[in-house]
């Protein structure tokens, strides 16, 4: 009887562009490797005389021959799905470019972004177990391209509502939030949304630019204050900010198509969009390692703070981890969060890293004395 084993290859490298395919190539194999959503219409040449067993191909266009060739040495072959308007096999994060293909010419509703909030509505209730899957299969690959993208980083999460407007002074706090963060070495990570999360998104993007940079920047996104009546409007408003300071710092942005309605900021380089908010809430938190704060919000940003609070009460995820709620009269009055934050810390490990701060201007100095 044949070993079930014989024909078995551990995963082998990732490869995500064309670059690394050939890469591989050139060193001889392919057998094991993961080839995602590359193109190989132009390799087939290459298919048919490299070794490909156990290799794994996602979502890769190629001519029927290398295709045939590469099933009978045992790969696996999941095809592009076609008609979607994404692509559930993605190796890699989003760009704003990417989201936002199209919005000079044809306006949001003509872009990516848009397209695939109008598939996830008309499928997310019709009982559809292949869109489903497809669903799945796409917040899957985000998240492995997430956590490689993140490897070796201090990520810091900064959370917040969505209504802060532009040309508002917290909205400008919170962008100087996300510049002090930036240029202090941690990767600064939002829901990448509109409002806070989009004021420390820009904030991160200013970090390589002088102060006064941000300040002009605030003032022409004042002009457009709200995505709300044209996301058009208020997004080709970030763009031109982008457009006039270019190469700007580095950041995440976590957002989803469950909230749609709520375009993604252009202001991270990275996005790593889901479908499934429950995964993107957990993620984005699981993933902020060098702690999190927490700008004025809503029930969102209510559900964050106990969504992190839960994991370093029991320390499921090693030790707690920093959470700072910014403005005492929003977190213990209007919404009385802290009181039961503090109340859950009392005589545990967590009790030392969380801090409750008046002004946003407090919140940088006050985690870095809770990381210690």
């Given at each position: 009887?044949e070993?079930?084993?014989?024909?078995?290859?551990?995963p082998?490298?990732?490869?995500?562009?064309?670059t690394?395919?050939?890469?591989?190539?050139?060193?001889?194999t392919?057998?094991?490797?993961?080839?995602?959503?590359?193109?190989?219409?132009?390799?087939?040449?290459a298919?048919?005389?490299?070794?490909?067993?156990?290799?794994?191909?996602?979502?890769?266009?190629?001519?029927p021959?290398?295709?045939?060739?590469?099933?009978?040495?045992?790969?696996?072959?999941?095809?592009?799905?076609?008609?979607?308007?994404?692509?559930p096999?993605?190796?890699?994060?989003?760009?704003?470019?990417?989201?936002?293909?199209?919005?000079?010419?044809g306006g949001?509703?003509?872009?990516?972004?848009?397209?695939?909030?109008d598939?996830?509505?008309?499928?997310?209730?019709?009982?559809?177990?292949?869109?489903?899957?497809?669903?799945?299969?796409?917040?899957?690959?985000?998240?492995?391209?997430?956590?490689?993208?993140?490897?070796?980083a201090?990520?810091?999460g900064?959370?917040?509502?969505?209504a802060?407007v532009?040309?508002?002074?917290?909205?400008?706090?919170?962008?100087v939030?996300?510049?002090?963060?930036?240029?202090?070495?941690?990767?600064?990570?939002?829901?990448?949304?509109p409002g806070?999360?989009?004021?420390?998104?820009?904030?991160?993007?200013?970090?390589?630019?002088?102060?006064?940079?941000?300040?002009?920047?605030?003032?022409?996104?004042?002009?457009t204050?709200?995505?709300?009546p044209?996301?058009t409007?208020?997004?080709?408003?970030a763009?031109?900010?982008r457009?006039?300071?270019?190469?700007?710092?580095?950041?995440?942005?976590?957002?989803?198509?469950?909230?749609?309605?709520?375009?993604?900021?252009?202001?991270?380089?990275?996005?790593?969009?889901?479908?499934?908010?429950?995964?993107?809430?957990?993620?984005?938190?699981?993933?902020?390692?060098?702690?999190?704060i927490?700008?004025?919000?809503a029930?969102?940003?209510?559900?964050?703070?106990?969504?992190?609070?839960?994991?370093?009460?029991?320390?499921?995820r090693?030790?707690?981890?920093?959470m700072?709620?910014?403005?005492r009269?929003h977190?213990?009055?209007?919404?009385?969060?802290?009181?039961l934050?503090?109340?859950?810390?009392?005589?545990?490990?967590?009790?030392?890293?969380?801090?409750?701060?008046?002004t946003?201007?407090?919140?940088?100095?006050a985690?870095?004395r809770?990381?210690?």
């Open positions: 009887m070993n079930p084993d014989e024909n078995t290859y551990a082998g490298v990732e490869i995500e562009t064309l690394a395919f050939d890469k591989a190539v050139a060193a001889g392919l057998a094991g490797h993961r080839v995602q959503s590359v193109d190989l219409t132009d390799r087939g040449e298919l048919r005389t490299t070794d490909t067993r156990g290799a794994v191909f996602l979502g890769c266009p190629m001519e021959r290398a295709e045939a060739k590469i099933r009978a040495d045992g790969a696996f072959v999941f095809p592009p799905v076609p008609g979607l308007p994404f692509d096999y993605r190796g890699l994060l989003y760009t704003p470019d990417a989201l936002y293909e199209g919005l000079a010419e949001y509703g003509a872009t990516p972004d848009a397209r695939a909030y598939w996830f509505q008309r499928t997310r209730s019709n009982g559809d177990v292949f869109a489903s899957m497809l669903r799945a299969l796409h917040d899957d690959a985000v998240s492995d391209a997430l956590d490689e993208h993140l490897v070796g201090r990520v810091v900064v959370m917040g509502g969505h802060m532009r040309g508002s002074e917290e909205f400008r706090g919170a962008a939030l996300g510049r002090e963060l930036a240029r202090s070495g941690l990767t600064v990570a939002t829901g990448g949304g806070a999360m989009e004021a420390a998104n820009l904030g991160a993007y200013a970090a390589p630019h002088s102060d006064a940079m941000l300040l002009k920047a605030c003032e022409l996104l004042a002009a204050p709200s995505f709300d044209s996301v409007d208020w997004a080709k408003a763009f031109a900010v457009e006039r300071w270019p190469e700007g710092g580095s950041s995440v942005a976590v957002p989803t198509w469950f909230y749609g309605h709520e375009p993604p900021n252009a202001f991270a380089d990275h996005i790593a969009k889901y479908f499934a908010n429950a995964l993107r809430e957990d993620g984005l938190l699981a993933r902020s390692t060098a702690g999190v927490f700008l004025p919000g029930a969102g940003t209510v559900q964050e703070i106990f969504d992190n609070a839960t994991p370093n009460y029991y320390e499921s090693s030790a707690p981890t920093p700072v709620l910014v403005n009269a977190w213990t009055e209007k919404l009385p969060a802290w009181p934050l503090s109340s859950l810390a009392a005589g545990r490990a967590m009790e030392s890293r969380i801090a409750l701060v008046d946003v201007e407090e919140a940088a100095p985690l870095a809770l990381t210690g």
